[in-house]
């Protein structure tokens, strides 16, 4: 039997299916928020969960195992690596701004407190080609 086996399939194969739900977490972070589909978002909303817990733990161990869930691209900016600014210029104490980094100095230290829920869903009208349901999937 296959009791509490439900995965969100999306309709993709397996690695098609890790690597948008992998592309999506990773826009989701570097801007907060991500217009997607109704089912992509109910998809990614346990997935990013997961990996800001990782970030609130924030030893190597997360670090490593974070990097297996979201792309480390640069963002474009700079970040303070003690206390967490970012900055338009570098300077002696601050590095380039990816968003592994974002994820563990900004975002864990944010949701530092927080027990849960980190995500939030808002519906949106229906998509105009195919009236299929939009969701706007943002950090809280």
């Known amino acids: ?4 086996t439900k995965k969100h399939t999306l309709g993709k194969a397996q690695d098609q ?4 739900l992998r592309s999506l977490a990773t826009e989701l972070f570097v801007h907060g928020e991500i217009i997607t589909t109704m089912a992509r978002a109910k998809a990614l909303k346990p997935y990013a969960e997961q990996i800001i817990t990782l970030a609130k733990k924030g030893d190597l161990n997360s670090r490593r195992q974070a990097l297996r869930y979201v792309f480390d691209k640069e963002i474009g900016n700079f970040i303070n690596l003690e206390t967490g600014e970012i900055n338009e ?5 601050s590095a380039p ?3 592994l980094r974002k994820l563990f100095v900004v975002l864990g230290k944010e949701y530092s407190s927080r027990q849960g829920g980190y995500t939030k869903i808002f519906r949106l009208p229906p998509r105009r080609g195919d ?4 969701a706007l999937i943002q950090l809280v």
């Open 17 to 20: 299916r890790k690597a948008l």
């Open 97 to 99: 701004q990816t968003v």
């Open 1 to 4: 039997m296959r009791h509490q």
């Open 131 to 134: 009236a299929s349901e939009m």
């Open 89 to 93: 210029v570098k300077d002696e104490k």
